[in-house]
């Protein structure tokens, strides 16, 4: 994201998720309007699978396989606006997750009734909502595109594994949900789900190496943005980079994120693919009041040094190219890596 107008164990094996995600689908410079196509333990926490395969020779057939345990996503003391990423996140949660015989657009209406938000908002779920039986959730991340005083953009990013048949597919993708402030508090107003759009027939060779390390932990939408062909290899290179020092836990790369720096007409890096943003570093995140802000701020200055014009976090850093590194409210939660090519 770019610079806003003044005013938890860990998730699962990497090549085990991204072995599932037959289509990730189901899965900034900054946020607004319009929306791209496409070890904190309140933060996260690590949807685990059960074994479910009988005796060996007791010739009975297999059970069906369990659906993750998930946990409801809490905000930390540390956030900006708690209430606004909170009404956010349980709508996601309410949409995208579901009982065995309680799926279906009809049944999601009457959960998000539940809520007191708009019922139409479920026409507007896309992935969120796939034709299933049943379905898990589990919000790995929620941070801003964009907060002003009456409006907000809050980018969920979530991992999903829906039953069909007797078979668990994994999945997930990241939302951009928009809201607004009345007196009487925040409401969401629309939903944008990420559409990453078709993977690649080739990829550049750094991107494929993203996708295959380990210390760069990426969730659904953005796996998907990098198979899509459509992230500059800038992104890919800075990521390999960085990941040779840190473990890094991205949010979002370029779908899933407004195609506008929030409250402005600006166009975002990000939907062009020609950003990434990171939530968590070595285990530490961002929003975190413990997080070092050492750590952080190596971390920017190691990310402008990788070639980025535009690094903005919660620290305001000196020195560098002018406007290099910048922070504001919106870049409280996470690290914002922005390139020109």
Same mark, same amino acid.
């Given at each position: ?39 904190? !333990? ?39 606006? !708690? ?136 969730? !659904? ?10 992230? +500059? ?98 870049? +409280?939660?996470?690290? +914002? ?5």
């Amino acid at each position: 994201m770019t610079r806003t107008p003044p005013p938890a164990a860990p998730p699962p094996g990497r090549r085990a998720v991204l072995a599932a995600l037959t289509g990730a689908a189901l899965g900034a410079a900054g946020c607004t309007g319009r929306t791209a196509p496409g070890a904190h !333990p309140s933060r996260t926490t690590t949807p685990t699978h059960a074994s479910q395969e009988p005796p060996a020779g007791t010739g009975s057939p297999s059970p069906s396989p369990a659906l993750p345990r998930t946990t409801p996503w809490r905000p930390t003391s540390a956030e900006v606006q !708690p209430a606004a990423k909170l009404r956010a996140v349980r709508l996601v949660e309410a949409i995208g997750a579901w009982a065995a015989g309680q799926g279906g657009a009809a049944a999601a209406r009457a959960r998000v009734a539940a809520l007191g938000l708009p019922t139409a908002l479920v026409g507007q779920a896309g992935p969120l909502l796939p034709t299933a039986d049943q379905a898990a959730l589990q919000v790995v991340d929620a941070q801003y595109g964009g907060i002003l005083s009456r409006s907000a953009s809050v980018l969920v990013v979530c991992r999903q594994w829906a039953r069909r048949a007797g078979t668990v597919s994994a999945g997930g993708t990241t939302v951009d949900v928009r809201l607004s402030r009345s007196a009487s508090g925040w409401t969401v107003d629309a939903l944008h789900p990420a559409q990453p759009g078709p993977a690649a027939r080739s990829l550049a060779p750094d991107v494929r190496s993203v996708l295959s390390d380990d210390r760069i932990v990426l969730p !659904p939408a953005a796996v998907a943005d990098l198979r899509s062909g459509r992230v +500059h290899t800038s992104v890919a290179r800075a990521m390999l980079g960085l990941a040779r020092t840190y473990r890094l836990e991205v949010s979002v790369v370029r779908s899933g994120h407004p195609l506008d720096v929030f409250g402005t007409s600006r166009p975002s890096d990000h939907p062009r693919g020609r950003a990434f943003d990171v939530w968590r570093i070595d285990g530490h995140a961002v929003v975190d009041p413990a997080t070092s802000r050492g750590l952080i701020e190596r971390f920017m200055r190691d990310a402008a040094a990788s070639g980025s014009y535009n690094v903005g976090g919660p620290v305001l850093l000196s020195g560098g190219s002018a406007g290099q590194f910048f922070s504001d409210a919106t870049h +409280h939660d996470h690290v +914002h890596i922005g390139f020109r090519t």
